[in-house]
């Protein structure tokens, strides 16, 4: 006779794995958007040789590879240990601020505005990355600050702690100037400040800061001229038709031939014709309002808000300050961002210049809106996840041989 040892852990049960824990709602909305602005941006360039250099499927080649690499970053993020998120995020943060530094002095100049680096023939836009950097830096403030709470007290000095964090990247990309990520980095820092918790007053004085700044601004010359005339131009785009109005109104016109059903994919007459500029990256709403029609548009509008209820339902059912900030934050950086894009499409904000996220081209946007994406599944994933057990030592089983 001989006796075996066998240990067996508690409960027996097998380890989960973790994509089947995933949020498929979220997921499933952003590979659609994905879809469908590969299509439209190849459709907004197929046409247009002085873009493609004679090639239609250029931009469509590029885009596919964007997405390719987004989306090993998204994978990369989700199956990494919430642990080595938190430890990342400085890091993260550095790299941000480093990169709006080396565009302010060796930066390429694009529409006015210096704000890319060449990066082995590929253009990268650092204040891209900056919105996430500052929404999980806010976050990771806040988390330290809490000491285990599941309701931090913010008072003045999280306040002030959170707007540092917050000025530095703000200051950089102001002085490029890019006008439309600093508007989309200010509703973002104002968003977070609202979910956790801040007082109301203190975003009633950063509110009137911000005034007093863009005043200053304008005052000062930090804004470009052209900058200036988009708002003039909003408030009136038959101020200047054939300059600073010019892509209102031809946004508007594109909008409004789609009506219900579109003129068909790859059959936009405005967009055929190349009349609204830079309609594969700012406005790229306008595609789809033209060739999908109102439904189609529509269908761009209902996926994005999917993905804004997922992001905030994340944000309430984690426990974690770290998490609910950061899912919180990246809510409003989407949602806004959003908003601003399709309502400088059809009118109803100025021109500024911002993607629509995972829709327009580009490589930075959809490398930063897609590692969101994979932060927000890394948050969910460890609000889902079951509770530890207590520890219990483990059984030993006798058996006789």
Same mark, same amino acid.
């Given at each position: 006779?001989?006796?075996?040892?066998?240990?067996?852990?508690?409960?027996?049960?097998?380890?989960?794995?973790?994509?089947?824990?995933?949020?498929?709602?979220?997921?499933?909305?952003?590979?659609?958007?994905?879809?469908? %602005? /590969?299509? @439209? #941006?190849?459709? +907004? $360039?197929?046409?247009?040789?002085?873009?493609?250099? =004679?090639? *239609? &499927?250029?931009? !469509?080649?590029?885009?596919?590879?964007?997405?390719?690499?987004?989306?090993?970053?998204?994978?990369?993020?989700?199956?990494?240990?919430?642990?080595?998120?938190?430890?990342?995020?400085?890091?993260?943060?550095?790299?941000?601020?480093?990169?709006?530094?080396?565009?302010?002095?060796?930066?390429?100049?694009?529409?006015?505005?210096?704000?890319?680096?060449?990066?082995?023939?590929?253009?990268?836009?650092?204040?891209?990355?900056?919105?996430?950097?500052?929404?999980?830096?806010?976050?990771?403030?806040?988390?330290?600050?809490?000491?285990?709470?599941?309701?931090?007290?913010?008072?003045?000095?999280?306040?002030?702690?959170?707007?540092?964090?917050?000025?530095?990247?703000?200051?950089?990309?102001?002085?490029?100037?890019?006008? %439309? /990520?600093? @508007? #989309?980095?200010? +509703? $973002?820092?104002?968003?977070?400040?609202?979910?956790? =918790?801040? *007082? &109301?007053?203190? !975003?009633?004085?950063?509110?009137?800061?911000?005034?007093?700044?863009?005043?200053?601004?304008?005052?000062?010359?930090?804004?470009?001229?052209?900058?200036?005339?988009?708002?003039?131009?909003?408030?009136?785009?038959?101020?200047?038709?054939?300059?600073?109005?010019?892509?209102?109104?031809?946004?508007?016109?594109?909008?409004?031939?789609?009506?219900?059903?579109?003129?068909?994919?790859?059959?936009?007459?405005?967009?055929?014709?190349?009349?609204?500029?830079?309609?594969?990256?700012?406005?790229?709403?306008?595609?789809?309002?033209?060739?999908?029609?109102?439904?189609?548009?529509?269908?761009?509008?209902?996926?994005?808000?999917?993905?804004?209820?997922?992001?905030?339902?994340?944000?309430?059912?984690?426990?974690?300050?770290? %998490?609910?900030?950061?899912?919180?934050?990246?809510?409003?950086?989407?949602?806004?961002?959003?908003?601003?894009?399709?309502?400088?499409? !059809?009118?109803?904000?100025?021109?500024?210049?911002?993607?629509?996220?995972?829709?327009?081209?580009?490589?930075?946007?959809?490398?930063?809106?897609?590692?969101?994406?994979?932060?927000?599944?890394?948050?969910?994933?460890?609000?889902?996840?079951?509770?530890?057990?207590?520890?219990?030592?483990?059984?030993?089983?006798?058996?006789?041989?």
């Amino acid at each position: 006779m001989s006796a075996g040892v066998r240990l067996r852990t508690p409960g027996g049960t097998r380890p989960r794995l973790r994509w089947k824990g995933l949020d498929w709602v979220l997921l499933g909305a952003v590979l659609a958007l994905v879809v469908i %602005g /590969t299509l @439209l #941006v190849w459709s +907004a $360039t197929s046409t247009r040789d002085d873009l493609t250099g =004679g090639n *239609p &499927r250029a931009y !469509l080649e590029k885009q596919l590879f964007n997405i390719s690499v987004g989306l090993l970053l998204m994978a990369a993020v989700v199956v990494a240990d919430h642990r080595w998120v938190r430890v990342a995020a400085p890091v993260v943060y550095l790299a941000s601020v480093v990169g709006l530094v080396l565009v302010l002095v060796m930066g390429s100049t694009i529409n006015g505005s210096r704000s890319w680096l060449m990066v082995g023939g590929m253009s990268v836009q650092p204040a891209e990355f900056a919105k996430l950097a500052v929404i999980i830096g806010m976050s990771l403030v806040l988390a330290h600050r809490a000491a285990g709470r599941w309701r931090p007290q913010v008072g003045l000095v999280e306040v002030l702690l959170m707007l540092l964090i917050a000025a530095v990247p703000a200051v950089l990309i102001l002085l490029q100037p890019d006008l %439309g /990520t600093m @508007l #989309v980095l200010t +509703a $973002t820092v104002v968003g977070v400040l609202a979910v956790s =918790g801040a *007082p &109301r007053r203190w !975003l009633a004085v950063l509110g009137a800061g911000g005034v007093t700044a863009a005043v200053v601004a304008v005052a000062a010359g930090v804004l470009k001229d052209y900058q200036v005339d988009r708002f003039l131009a909003f408030t009136n785009p038959d101020l200047d038709p054939r300059g600073a109005g010019y892509n209102v109104e031809q946004a508007r016109v594109a909008v409004g031939n789609g009506g219900l059903f579109g003129q068909g994919l790859f059959s936009g007459s405005q967009t055929r014709s190349g009349f609204v500029p830079e309609q594969h990256t700012d406005f790229v709403f306008t595609v789809a309002g033209e060739e999908l029609g109102l439904l189609g548009a529509g269908l761009v509008v209902v996926l994005l808000g999917v993905v804004i209820w997922r992001a905030l339902a994340i944000a309430t059912r984690t426990e974690d300050v770290f %998490g609910r900030v950061a899912a919180a934050g990246i809510a409003c950086w989407f949602g806004f961002q959003a908003f601003q894009n399709v309502g400088m499409c !059809l009118g109803i904000m100025p021109v500024t210049g911002v993607p629509l996220p995972f829709v327009s081209y580009g490589g930075s946007s959809m490398f930063a809106g897609l590692v969101a994406v994979g932060l927000l599944q890394n948050i969910h994933l460890r609000a889902t996840e079951p509770a530890p057990r207590r520890y219990s030592a483990p059984r030993v089983l006798v058996t006789a041989r």
